[in-house]
């Protein structure tokens, strides 16, 4: 059965490569420059004269969809990168606002974050949605054969007869030929640019076509060539002059990013005169090298650095100039512990096997996503109750006594502009979590588990100062006694509740019962010793106390629970526990209140009798088939829920 099933997924894996590949075989094409304007150019011309930053927007809006409120959201970004929303909103806008011809156009993006923020993982992401993009109908890419910046065929047409091209086609024609395409222009064609030949490009960045990328390093051994090219030693001889543009070699980053992205990491390590040309090269489209004109490039540039350097950058009064003439888009870390719970999720999904095939108890990762959340969240003089509060309302969940104004304020960050750009990254987490599963003699990690290799993780940390480390051990015992400690009785809870399922309807109608005689203030047998007494007020409280119902709210609930129950026995419909969200949440408690000495017979020395330990086993079931335990850490949660009750 399961060779068939392997068989399968073999031949289903083949069958979405062949239908990739159908779906992404592009058409090349090759003529000359005279083919090109009579086949090419009257389909398509706004395509054809798409700039760098038009032909990004085009390929963004083919993955973009709106959501309900107008928001463009791009499922470029979706499965690899999350809780970070924002930052990829005004990547979008910035765009946008590029490809319509604004002045955001002529500036650099910069992204600045954190380390292991996501900065990388964006720009990856558009690098790769050009490449597919370019094998598509919609973007297909044309240039002069040959050229060694891939330009545009269009820059063949003489400056005189551009006004014509826009009065027939409707585009505008920006750029002139480069000096290599000029020279071979001459030399091999006689001037007859209707013979130039030209073809379809793809953007590939390890063909460093369209996409270039730079890296800083020793900057006393850096050189402008990385970026720009040098002189070809070995073609001078050839060609008999340095001059000659085709002994100049075209290896530089700028040149490989010609019609698309050039990438620049760590960009304000770079020295002074890099950082000078690429905004030269951002705001006029041209750079300027030795024995040449201005060689014109449209690309977009975008550039990324930590929060260390940047701030280093500001400090330094020359630098002026060059901040404004970048666009900064923070790309903080997220503050929604759900969000950080899936990129660990997907760094474990693409970690090697070992890994992958470790059992994790259901509230791993979101535990250790609400400590790094906590060491982001900057606390100042808050209480604890504070940081939870923040936590919460930062996961979008209902917290009691917030109203819409405090959760604007808090996920505005109106008091703490700063929140997410420190703290505990992703990788730190993922590091933690591995020397957990490799010091685990069982294949399942729970949840203490983790929690206690981040403890060790902190203390083991050189990098990190006392006074965080002492932090960052009270923000573990604040996610395990806040979080965690809710979280896994809740699960042991519901479990618990569906094997004692009868002993809970009893106890709902036994509630109807006494509310309905306390409303009509009359009296109630007793099922015992059959004599009539008052409704019990001490139970009647002690199952509303549960769910937060005040002494001055009983009477409306009480109410409220009645009217629901006559308007199911008016449809002919049971009223069950799943008749009263509020009222079965409360059954839930009370009865869970009520069996704890059960919980306590499982890690009691006693042997606990037959019916118990069905029960018993019956939850532990239950959490495996339901809430995403295994067998082992069903235990551990049972064992640490009765190690709770004890000490209540």
Same mark, same amino acid.
């Given at each position: 059965?399961?060779?068939?099933?392997?068989?399968?997924?073999?031949?289903?894996?083949?069958?979405?490569?062949?239908?990739?590949?159908?779906?992404?075989?592009?058409?090349?094409?090759?003529?000359?420059?005279?083919?090109?304007?009579?086949?090419?150019?009257?389909?398509?011309?706004?395509?054809?004269?798409?700039?760098?930053?038009?032909?990004?927007?085009?390929?963004?809006?083919?993955?973009?969809?709106?959501?309900?409120?107008?928001? $463009?959201?791009?499922?470029?970004?979706?499965?690899?990168?999350?809780?970070?929303?924002?930052?990829?909103?005004?990547?979008?806008?910035?765009?946008?606002?590029?490809?319509?011809?604004?002045? %955001?156009?002529?500036?650099?993006?910069?992204?600045?974050?954190?380390?292991?923020?996501?900065?990388?993982?964006?720009?990856?992401?558009?690098?790769?949605?050009?490449?597919?993009?370019?094998?598509?109908?919609?973007?297909?890419?044309?240039?002069?054969?040959?050229?060694?910046?891939?330009?545009?065929?269009?820059?063949?047409?003489?400056?005189?007869?551009?006004?014509?091209?826009?009065?027939?086609?409707?585009?505008?024609?920006?750029?002139?030929?480069?000096?290599?395409?000029?020279?071979?222009?001459?030399?091999?064609?006689?001037?007859?640019?209707?013979?130039?030949?030209?073809?379809?490009?793809?953007?590939?960045?390890?063909?460093?076509?369209?996409?270039?990328?730079?890296?800083?390093?020793?900057?006393?051994?850096?050189?402008?060539?990385?970026?720009?090219?040098?002189?070809?030693?070995?073609? %001078?001889?050839?060609?008999?002059?340095?001059?000659?543009?085709?002994?100049?070699?075209?290896?530089?980053?700028?040149?490989?990013?010609?019609?698309?992205?050039?990438?620049?990491?760590?960009?304000?390590?770079?020295?002074?005169?890099?950082?000078?040309?690429?905004?030269?090269?951002?705001?006029?489209?041209?750079?300027?090298?030795?024995?040449?004109?201005?060689?014109?490039?449209?690309?977009?540039?975008?550039?990324?650095?930590?929060?260390?350097?940047?701030?280093?950058?500001?400090?330094?009064?020359?630098?002026?100039?060059?901040?404004?003439?970048?666009?900064?888009?923070?790309?903080?870390?997220?503050?929604?512990?759900?969000?950080?719970?899936?990129?660990?999720?997907?760094?474990?999904?693409?970690?090697?096997?070992?890994?992958?095939?470790?059992?994790?108890?259901?509230?791993? $990762?979101?535990?250790?996503?609400?400590?790094?959340?906590?060491?982001?969240?900057?606390?100042?003089?808050?209480?604890?109750?504070?940081?939870?509060?923040?936590?919460?309302?930062?996961?979008?969940?209902?917290?009691?006594?917030?109203?819409?104004?405090?959760?604007?304020?808090?996920?505005?960050?109106?008091?703490?502009?700063?929140?997410?750009?420190?703290?505990?990254?992703?990788?730190? %987490?993922?590091?933690?979590?591995?020397?957990?599963?490799?010091?685990?003699?069982?294949?399942?990690?729970?949840?203490?588990?983790?929690?206690?290799?981040?403890?060790?993780?902190?203390?083991?940390?050189?990098?990190?100062?006392?006074?965080?480390?002492?932090?960052?051990?009270?923000?573990?015992?604040?996610?395990?006694?806040?979080?965690?400690?809710?979280?896994?009785?809740?699960?042991?809870?519901?479990?618990?509740?569906?094997?004692?399922?009868?002993?809970?309807?009893?106890?709902?109608?036994?509630?109807?019962?006494?509310?309905?005689?306390?409303?009509?203030?009359?009296? *109630?047998?007793?099922?015992?010793?059959?004599?009539?007494?008052?409704?019990?007020?001490?139970?009647?409280?002690?199952?509303?106390?549960?769910?937060?119902?005040?002494?001055?709210?009983?009477?409306?609930?009480?109410?409220?629970?009645?009217?629901?129950?006559?308007?199911?026995?008016?449809?002919?419909?049971?009223?069950?526990?799943?008749?009263?969200?509020?009222?079965?949440?409360? *059954?839930?408690?009370?009865?869970?209140?009520?069996?704890?000495?059960?919980?306590?017979?499982?890690?009691?020395?006693?042997?606990?009798?037959?019916?118990?330990?069905?029960?018993?086993?019956?939850?532990?079931?239950?959490?495996?088939?339901?809430?995403?335990?295994?067998?082992?850490?069903?235990?551990?949660?049972?064992?640490?829920?009765?190690?709770?009750?004890?000490?209540?």
């Amino acid at each position: 059965m399961q060779d068939a099933a392997q068989a399968g997924g073999h031949d289903g894996f083949l069958h979405s490569l062949d239908l990739f590949t159908r779906q992404h075989r592009a058409g090349h094409w090759a003529g000359t420059f005279g083919d090109f304007l009579a086949t090419i150019l009257p389909a398509a011309p706004e395509r054809v004269a798409r700039s760098s930053h038009q032909y990004i927007w085009d390929m963004m809006r083919a993955t973009c969809l709106d959501d309900a409120g107008g928001t $463009l959201r791009c499922s470029l970004f979706a499965d690899d990168l999350f809780g970070i929303d924002e930052a990829l909103a005004r990547v979008v806008d910035y765009f946008k606002a590029a490809a319509a011809g604004s002045e %955001v156009g002529r500036r650099l993006l910069l992204l600045l974050g954190p380390p292991s923020g996501g900065k990388s993982t964006l720009v990856i992401l558009l690098k790769r949605g050009l490449e597919e993009y370019s094998h598509t109908d919609d973007g297909a890419l044309y240039a002069i054969a040959g050229c060694p910046v891939r330009e545009s065929p269009l820059h063949l047409v003489p400056h005189t007869m551009r006004a014509a091209c826009r009065n027939t086609y409707g585009i505008d024609i920006a750029g002139d030929i480069c000096p290599h395409c000029r020279a071979r222009l001459e030399d091999g064609f006689d001037g007859d640019f209707m013979r130039m030949p030209v073809e379809r490009v793809f953007i590939s960045e390890a063909g460093r076509s369209g996409i270039g990328t730079y890296a800083p390093h020793d900057p006393t051994t850096a050189d402008l060539a990385d970026l720009v090219g040098s002189v070809d030693l070995s073609k %001078v001889a050839q060609y008999g002059d340095e001059g000659d543009p085709r002994a100049w070699s075209w290896s530089g980053a700028v040149y490989a990013a010609s019609r698309g992205v050039l990438e620049m990491i760590e960009i304000l390590k770079v020295k002074r005169e890099f950082l000078y040309l690429l905004l030269t090269l951002t705001q006029e489209k041209n750079v300027k090298v030795a024995r040449f004109p201005l060689i014109y490039l449209d690309e977009t540039i975008l550039a990324h650095t930590n929060l260390a350097e940047f701030r280093k950058f500001l400090q330094e009064s020359e630098n002026e100039a060059l901040l404004d003439r970048m666009v900064i888009i923070q790309v903080p870390y997220t503050l929604n512990y759900r969000e950080e719970a899936r990129i660990y999720r997907k760094l474990i999904s693409s970690a090697a096997p070992a890994f992958r095939d470790v059992h994790l108890d259901p509230h791993v $990762l979101h535990a250790a996503a609400v400590f790094a959340i906590l060491s982001r969240i900057q606390d100042g003089d808050d209480k604890e109750a504070e940081l939870v509060r923040k936590v919460r309302i930062h996961a979008d969940e209902e917290v009691d006594g917030v109203n819409r104004a405090d959760i604007r304020r808090v996920k505005e960050k109106e008091k703490a502009p700063d929140e997410g750009l420190a703290g505990v990254s992703p990788r730190f %987490v993922i590091n933690a979590l591995s020397n957990a599963i490799i010091g685990s003699n069982q294949k399942s990690l729970s949840t203490m588990d983790v929690l206690l290799a981040l403890k060790d993780a902190i203390e083991n940390d050189a990098r990190i100062e006392a006074r965080k480390k002492r932090k960052w051990v009270d923000y573990l015992v604040l996610t395990r006694k806040d979080f965690y400690n809710r979280w896994v009785k809740q699960d042991v809870h519901k479990a618990l509740f569906v094997s004692f399922e009868g002993e809970a309807l009893e106890l709902l109608n036994k509630y109807l019962d006494e509310v309905e005689a306390m409303l009509d203030n009359r009296t *109630v047998k007793d099922p015992i010793t059959n004599e009539e007494r008052r409704p019990d007020e001490r139970f009647l409280r002690a199952v509303e106390e549960k769910i937060h119902i005040s002494e001055s709210g009983k009477q409306s609930f009480r109410q409220e629970v009645v009217r629901k129950a006559m308007g199911a026995y008016k449809r002919g419909v049971k009223f069950g526990l799943d008749s009263h969200i509020q009222l079965n949440d409360a *059954v839930q408690q009370y009865l869970f209140e009520g069996r704890r000495d059960v919980l306590r017979l499982v890690s009691s020395s006693k042997r606990p009798d037959d019916d118990v330990r069905t029960k018993i086993s019956a939850v532990e079931k239950r959490l495996v088939d339901e809430y995403g335990y295994d067998a082992h850490s069903a235990r551990e949660a049972l064992n640490y829920v009765t190690t709770l009750l004890a000490q209540e």
